[in-house]
């Protein structure tokens, strides 16, 4: 039985990967309908697109709910603080009464005396 030895393919060296300039001038280049434009695209649009000037109505819209999104976190956290402070005053506030409520039945009923 003779060996038989595997004989390796020898692959040719592999090109130099694109500038950027020949990529963006490829990019420049493709269809609207190219697949790497349309591959992520939803298949059935809701609509005609978009004027410039509803697409800067959405984005005026958007910043705006980011900005009422900021500032009800902020009065949020504020409020929590304000909740915390709150909740301390009335702890104090409770051990405050306990300690009068316990010295005035200390006061009001005369301390018993073992009877014989």
């Known amino acids: 039985m003779g ?4 004989k390796r393919v020898v692959l040719p060296t592999r090109p130099a990967p ?3 300039e020949q990529v963006l001038e490829d990019v420049r280049g493709a269809s609207p309908t190219d697949p790497v434009f349309t591959a992520l695209a939803p298949e059935d649009p809701a609509g005609p ?7 800067e109505a959405q984005q005026e819209r958007l910043y705006q709910q980011s900005m009422d999104y900021l500032a009800i976190t902020q009065r949020l956290q504020q409020a929590v603080t304000e909740l915390r402070c709150k ?4 702890r104090q506030a409770g051990a405050e009464l306990e ?6 039945v200390q006061t009001a009923l005369p301390t018993a005396t073992p009877s014989g």
């Open 87 to 90: 909740c301390e005053d009335l």
């Open 99 to 104: 300690r009068g409520v316990g010295q005035a």
């Open 49 to 55: 697109a978009r004027t410039v000037e509803e697409t």
């Open 18 to 20: 694109p500038t950027v």
């Open 3 to 6: 060996s038989k030895a595997k």
